[in-house]
């Protein structure tokens, strides 16, 4: 999914219609009321200090178990609304659980709720949901982070194509 807003978890979480984890910054752990309600939910703290090993072992179990995870491939929220470049953490999660993805892609959240704003805008919100990318061995060869980029900008590239009918 696209990462717009604050809102995206909690809507993609909804729109999956499954239960779902979610990768989330630590630092968002440490609030009072915020951190104790995302201590309730199905929430992996990643410390975004390099590359946080505990949070990826962690969800490499959650997806070989079956359950299914919210992933921005982007990393972080959108700071002009437009769609940013993926990084390559999404797909060396792909190259070791060979977890189909089924890419989801939110318009208007940005518009409820800015990037650095607290207070919520009344706005019409839309999750489109696309047909879930599966990976075949040949896709997932030869290991290395060029792949691992190449495997996250397949799943940029099919979020870019859902659109608002």
Not at 88 to 113: D, H, Y
């Amino acid at each position: 999914m696209n990462h717009q807003s604050y809102l995206d978890p909690p809507l993609a979480g909804i729109s999956s219609g499954r239960e779902v984890y979610f990768l989330a910054r630590k630092t968002l752990l440490d609030g009072p009321v915020l951190g104790r309600l995302l201590r309730k939910l199905n929430v992996v703290p990643v410390d975004q200090e390099g590359t946080d090993r505990r949070a990826l072992k962690a969800l490499l179990r959650i997806l070989k178990a079956g359950n299914g995870t919210v992933v921005f491939p982007e990393g972080a929220r959108t700071r002009d609304g437009k769609l940013q470049p993926a990084l390559p953490g999404l797909g060396f999660v792909i190259a070791k659980t060979k977890a189909p993805v089924l890419p989801m892609r939110i318009f208007g959240a940005r518009e409820a709720l800015p990037r650095g704003s607290s207070r919520l805008r009344l706005c019409r919100i839309t999750v489109v949901i696309g047909k879930p990318l599966h990976f075949t061995e040949a896709d997932l060869q030869p290991a290395g982070k060029e792949l691992y980029q190449r495997l996250s900008e397949r799943v940029m590239d099919a979020i870019a194509a859902l659109q608002l009918d």
